[in-house]
């Protein structure tokens, strides 16, 4: 009984130590990977794009890293460009490929050599506002891009650009803009509100809408 009562004792305290191990971000059980997953991985392949898979990891409120990739090489560097669910960053692929680079010859007789953005992930809520959904930034599900820098040495912003004297640097963003608006779910540009007025957002959330 003796040895019953000082094993009970040990257990006891052993519950009541906390845990050195952090609390997030978490990493859920491996599942294996979707169809819809595994055939835009096939999809990223085919479009002759460099990226890895990162392992997925929830967060604290709601916020999630969930069949994420990392774009690394797929003809455009862009700045801060972080984890993106994989339709993101293949509608993100096939926007700069099919839209930037045609915006940027047929306006600017240039061609892009670098974007930035204001990157990927963030959990917070949507424009920041408390009580307010869940931004798609949360689930790494949205993107902001906010300049383009052309191999001229030019540097076109969202934020001079948008309402600029020179016709040919507003018709190049509008058209970026609205080929956003057939790529993804979603996408914002200054004219949605204050918010937006230095860059783009673009994610595959609910949609469409295009504003």
Not at 7 to 25: F, G, N, T, W
Not at 102 to 111: E, F
Request: charged share 20%.
């Amino acid at each position: 009984m003796q040895k019953q009562a000082i094993v009970a004792a040990a257990l006891l305290l052993s519950a009541c130590i906390p845990s050195s191990k952090p609390a997030s971000p978490r990493y859920p059980p491996k599942i294996g990977s979707s169809p819809s997953k595994l055939i835009c991985l096939a999809d990223l392949r085919r479009e002759n794009v460099t990226y890895s898979q990162l392992p997925d990891r929830t967060y604290g409120g709601g916020c999630s890293a969930l069949g994420t990739v990392q774009l690394k090489d797929f003809g455009v560097p862009v700045t801060k460009l972080g984890a993106m669910t994989c339709p993101l960053a293949r509608a993100f692929v096939l926007w700069t490929r099919d839209a930037v680079q045609p915006a940027a010859r047929a306006w600017l007789n240039a061609r892009v050599i670098r974007m930035e953005s204001f990157g990927t992930y963030d959990c917070r809520p949507v424009n920041g506002r408390a009580g307010a959904r869940l931004s798609e930034h949360g689930r790494t599900n949205a993107v902001d891009v906010s300049a383009f820098v052309l191999n001229d040495g030019r540097r076109i912003t969202v934020l001079d650009g948008w309402n600029n004297s020179n016709d040919d640097i507003r018709h190049f963003l509008r058209a970026v803009h609205q080929a956003g608006c057939r790529r993804f779910a979603v996408t914002l540009g200054p004219d949605a509100n204050a918010g937006h007025r230095n860059h783009f957002h673009f994610d595959m959330g609910s949609g469409p809408y295009c504003r």
